[in-house]
């Protein structure tokens, strides 16, 4: 082995440096999955019976569906008999205050760096903490409601504005779209619910922060996010995940809806626990997020992915109205032996719709990533414009990176355009930031940063800080 | 200041350097001539720490420290800076940026904390200023779509930056017209003090017109065959290189 490619292993195998899970009390219904268990779940929540109909007819559907496997990933297929379905803190849900937070959750997030009260102070952002399916924490609630602004949990939001949760659940991914959405609408647990009213500027950026906690459970969180005409909303959702030695399936489900003239900026830090260096343990990541925008709308996601065993995840943008814009940065790394396979899907319906895809992929170890994304331009959707840029980074010789663009073009205004590359983090760059007095890790932090600036840029200013030092920290090895 | 004695190095078994003794001493400036493949650009290479050679024999002592048992880094804390030939590009990086993680790393070495940001940009714009560069440059990400002048003269504007005891400059003149030439040797000229010291490595006679050199040497093969005092560059200007192989040859 050259001494680069020992060096860059040195620095791209340290251990998952938050794994530590907390002790709290689970109270859990029995492992397995059948239509009693879906019932269970609903009447556990006391959800209407609408609710239970729609949970029940995602999971018939969901019983006669094969798991995907045309992705570039390996795994073992979970066993779905052997997942527990519901696992909610035992400790009374919605405290008024800090103080009626179970002290061991707090310090947990004070051990992560992302405390309540110093995020509350700083930053002014309302943080609804979703701990192990079961929302226990929710802030600036009142501040929101003074503007009309809901942001609750899910399983709030069914309780107290069903009317809004029917119209819009299931619209933009329906229960049946793919085998992991439709096992996520049987069972979801909990999650966000967020609507911002018409031509309302929610003035703060919405948080929340996710954490699977209860060894064996799967998490299904369900987001729903609905922007009024002219309204506008940043929501951010982050997570880190304690250390396990068995997988865990977390299959969420995100919809966004921006009625017309709304914009949603939608962005993700994703830290799941991604399995040590031999890829035993370690979270599995399948998601379905997906938005549509109305006559000039805007949706914009982000997304830092750092974690994860096996990402397999596509935000992507339903481009339904006139004039509207999807927007997709991506910062996908992987390392040790992780997969990934990530991209977007953008579908232009509406005229003058416009797209942008930046993805960056940073590929390390013996870990593979894949970007897979589609362009799609619809017959009506004239002067259709979109501009993609894949760029992969490799970091050693045992990595893989993969591109695979789809493009399918019905309208002949339309206007793609598609850039990719690929490098490597080469001796020369290194030795020049030695040179200059930066040790190893530093040089290739910077350089990492230089590579992933141009979607940082478009995280807020303290979620791309935290952003940045996940990456070191998933970058960074033994030396020092 | 250096001392290097008996150095000899190869790469992938082909011997480049075959004992060079070379001595610098704070206050002055060495010019070190040679033609193409000589091992002129190892040398600077192997002073600053790079590892693809094998070093097979002699010293390098810098301020009587064995260079040879620390990393590139802990080189440059020690205020070793070499002038890239092919500087590098770091796309996303700004040129700020880049010298500000450079000084405070080098800060931190010594258990310094980091500069306070006014000063940094104080400094940058006095530096900036005496080498006539443009404000916009600090922007830029460092060194790419960079022409070859302005790379050479971002080389010295971070020297400058760095404020090193041993500058080696590796055919800095390369890609520079007259003009950047005169600014960026005005520069190094400005620099220079009773403290530190500088090793020019060029082809031409142009550069030492500006930097004028104490010591000059000539490198052969591997090795340095004359060492004169400014007067040699002129000679080989005139002269070329094969008055001294056939002096060479004469004394074998």
């Known amino acids: 082995m050259s001494d680069e490619n020992k060096m860059l292993e040195e620095v791209t195998t340290s251990e998952y440096k938050?794994?530590?899970?907390?002790?709290?009390?689970?109270?859990?219904?029995?492992?397995?999955?059948?239509?009693?268990?879906?019932?269970?779940?609903?009447?556990?929540?006391?959800?209407?019976?609408?609710?239970?109909?729609?949970?029940l007819n995602a999971f018939r559907k969901w019983s006669k569906m094969k798991e995907p496997n045309w992705q570039k990933v390996n795994y073992v297929k979970p066993d779905y008999e052997a997942i527990t379905y519901y696992s909610a803190p035992k400790k009374k849900v919605g405290p008024d205050s800090l103080e009626e937070v179970d002290p061991e959750l707090l310090k947990t997030f004070e051990r992560l760096g992302i405390s309540l009260e110093e995020q509350k102070r700083l930053t002014g952002v309302a943080v609804d903490v979703v701990v192990d399916s079961t929302s226990v924490a929710t802030s600036f609630k009142e501040k929101l409601g003074e503007l009309g602004i809901l942001f609750m949990s899910m399983g709030e939001a069914i309780q107290e504005y069903p009317d809004l949760v029917r119209k819009y659940l299931g619209t933009v991914v329906p229960p049946a779209d793919n085998f992991f959405a439709a096992l996520n609408s049987a069972v979801f647990s909990d999650g966000s619910f967020c609507y911002i009213p018409k031509g309302v500027r929610c003035p703060m950026e919405l948080s929340t922060y996710f954490r699977i906690n209860a060894a064996g459970t799967g998490q299904f969180e369900r987001t729903l996010v609905i922007a009024e005409e002219g309204s506008y909303v940043s929501y951010l959702e982050g997570c880190t995940a304690p250390q396990r030695d068995e997988n865990q399936l977390h299959a969420a489900v995100v919809e966004l809806i921006a009625l017309d003239r709304a914009e949603i900026k939608y962005s993700t830090v994703q830290n799941w626990y991604p399995g040590d260096k031999e890829g035993k343990g370690g979270v599995y990541n399948f998601v379905t997020k997906r938005g549509i925008c109305h006559e000039s709308a805007k949706i914009s996601w982000t997304?830092?992915?750092?974690?994860?065993?096996?990402?397999?995840?596509?935000?992507?943008?339903?481009?339904?109205?006139?004039?509207?814009?999807?927007?997709?940065?991506?910062?996908?790394?992987?390392?040790?032996?992780?997969?990934?396979?990530?991209?977007?899907?953008?579908?232009?319906?509406?005229?003058?719709?416009?797209?942008?895809i930046i993805a960056k992929g940073i590929s390390a170890g013996e870990s593979d990533g894949s970007y897979r994304g589609l362009v799609k331009v619809m017959k009506n959707a004239k002067n259709a414009r979109n501009f993609s840029q894949c760029d992969s980074l490799l970091m050693g010789d045992k990595c893989g990176a993969h591109t695979f663009p789809y493009i399918e073009v019905k309208n002949d205004t339309a206007k793609i355009e598609h850039e990719a590359t690929t490098s490597k983090i080469g001796e020369d760059q290194i030795f020049y930031c030695k040179q200059r007095g930066l040790g190893e890790e530093e040089a290739i932090a910077l350089i990492v940063n230089g590579y992933v600036k141009e979607v940082l840029n478009q995280l807020p200013m303290e979620f791309a800080v935290e952003a940045q030092k996940l990456l070191e920290i998933s970058l960074e090895g033994s030396v020092g | 200041m250096l001392k290097i004695d008996q150095l000899k190095a190869s790469i992938e078994g082909k011997e480049i350097l075959k004992g060079?003794?070379?001595?610098?001493?704070?206050?002055?400036?060495?010019?070190?001539?040679?033609?193409?493949?000589?091992?002129?650009?190892?040398?600077?290479?192997?002073?600053?720490?790079?590892?693809?050679?094998?070093?097979?024999?002699?010293?390098?002592?810098?301020?009587?420290?064995?260079?040879?048992?620390?990393?590139?880094?802990?080189?440059?804390?020690?205020?070793?800076?070499?002038?890239?030939?092919?500087?590098?590009?770091?796309?996303?990086?700004?040129?700020?940026?880049?010298?500000?993680?450079s000084i405070n790393e080098t800060r931190k070495a010594k258990g310094l904390d980091p500069m306070p940001a006014k000063e940094m940009l104080k400094m940058m714009r006095e530096k900036m200023e005496l080498l006539e560069m443009d404000r916009k440059f600090l922007n830029r990400s460092l060194n790419e779509g960079f022409s070859g002048g302005e790379k050479k003269r971002n080389e010295i504007f971070q020297m400058a930056m760095l404020e090193p005891k041993l500058a080696i400059l590796d055919e800095t003149d390369s890609g520079l017209d007259i003009d950047a030439l005169r600014i960026v040797a005005n520069g190094v000229n400005k620099l220079k003090s009773e403290d530190n010291a500088v090793i020019v490595i060029t082809h031409y006679q142009r550069l030492l017109d500006h930097i004028i050199p104490d010591v000059v040497h000539v490198m052969l093969d591997g090795r340095i065959v004359k060492t004169g005092d400014k007067t040699l560059a002129y000679e080989l200007e005139e002269k070329g290189y094969d008055w001294i192989k056939q002096e060479l040859a004469e004394t074998v």
Request: aromatic share 8%; hydrophobic share 35%; net charge negative.
């Open chain 2, 20 to 101: 060079i003794n070379l001595e610098v001493n704070a206050g002055e400036v060495h010019a070190i001539m040679g033609p193409n493949g000589s091992g002129k650009s190892t040398l600077s290479n192997i002073i600053a720490g790079r590892d693809e050679y094998d070093v097979t024999g002699g010293s390098i002592l810098f301020n009587k420290e064995d260079l040879m048992e620390l990393e590139p880094e802990e080189r440059a804390h020690l205020g070793v800076f070499l002038s890239f030939q092919y500087p590098i590009e770091i796309p996303g990086v700004s040129v700020t940026n880049f010298i500000k993680t």
């Open chain 1, 18 to 55: 938050y794994g530590f899970y907390t002790d709290v009390e689970n109270d859990a219904i029995p492992a397995g999955l059948s239509e009693e268990v879906v019932r269970l779940i609903s009447a556990k929540k006391n959800e209407p019976q609408w609710m239970l109909d729609w949970r």
């Open chain 1, 303 to 356: 997304q830092v992915e750092t974690g994860s065993a096996v990402t397999w995840k596509y935000p992507s943008c339903i481009l339904k109205g006139d004039n509207s814009i999807g927007e997709f940065y991506s910062v996908a790394v992987t390392s040790n032996r992780q997969q990934a396979d990530t991209g977007t899907k953008m579908i232009h319906i509406g005229k003058n719709t416009k797209s942008t």
